[in-house]
């Protein structure tokens, strides 16, 4: 971060921060993330079992790939809690499994309507896409 001053008679007219790579926002924050097929991020913990909404951007040409994934991180032993939710591209549309202890559920996109007509396109055209998932306890 470094900030840019311009002083005239001892008075600063303007101020404007200027963000290093990578970042950007109003406090220089690193709002994205870019990887080339084998990259991670790793964040805090999303809270489960109450009420959320988490957005998701991204941009990809690969047909299939793992997006997100909040669970645990170590071999789940007898007891353990095993609650996790998993966004994922297949075939190029978006899946969502998410587990609250009671099972998995699994929500699965393929561009079509009931009727079998395609609606939506696949998200792995290189153009950038949003996924917002909300969840009310149990529900999604």
Same mark, same amino acid.
């Given at each position: 971060?470094?900030? #840019?001053? +311009?002083? +005239?008679?001892? #008075?600063?007219?303007?101020?404007? @921060?200027?963000?290093?790579?990578?970042?950007? !926002?109003?406090?220089?924050?690193?709002?994205?993330?870019? &990887?080339? !097929?084998?990259?991670? *991020?790793?964040?805090?913990? /999303? *809270?489960? @079992?109450?009420?959320?909404?988490?957005?998701?951007?991204?941009?990809?040409?690969?047909?299939?790939? /793992?997006?997100?994934? +909040? !669970?645990?991180?170590? $071999?789940?032993?007898?007891?353990?809690?095993?609650?996790?939710?998993?966004? $994922?591209?297949?075939? !190029?549309?978006? #899946?969502?499994?998410?587990?609250?202890?009671?099972?998995? *559920?699994?929500?699965?996109?393929?561009?079509?309507?009931?009727?079998?007509?395609?609606?939506?396109?696949?998200?792995?055209?290189?153009?950038?896409?949003? #996924?917002?998932? &909300?969840?009310?306890?149990?529900?999604?």
């Amino acid at each position: 971060l470094s900030i #840019v001053m +311009n002083w +005239n008679d001892d #008075v600063v007219n303007t101020c404007r @921060c200027e963000c290093p790579g990578e970042f950007d !926002g109003p406090r220089c924050q690193q709002t994205r993330h870019s &990887f080339k !097929g084998n990259g991670w *991020a790793w964040y805090k913990p /999303l *809270a489960q @079992c109450e009420e959320s909404h988490t957005s998701l951007e991204f941009v990809t040409t690969k047909d299939s790939g /793992l997006i997100l994934y +909040n !669970g645990p991180i170590r $071999e789940i032993q007898e007891g353990d809690p095993d609650d996790f939710i998993i966004l $994922e591209l297949r075939g !190029g549309y978006p #899946v969502l499994r998410i587990n609250h202890g009671s099972g998995e *559920a699994k929500l699965t996109i393929d561009g079509r309507d009931s009727k079998g007509r395609k609606q939506l396109d696949k998200m792995n055209d290189g153009k950038w896409h949003r #996924v917002d998932i &909300f969840r009310s306890g149990k529900v999604f």
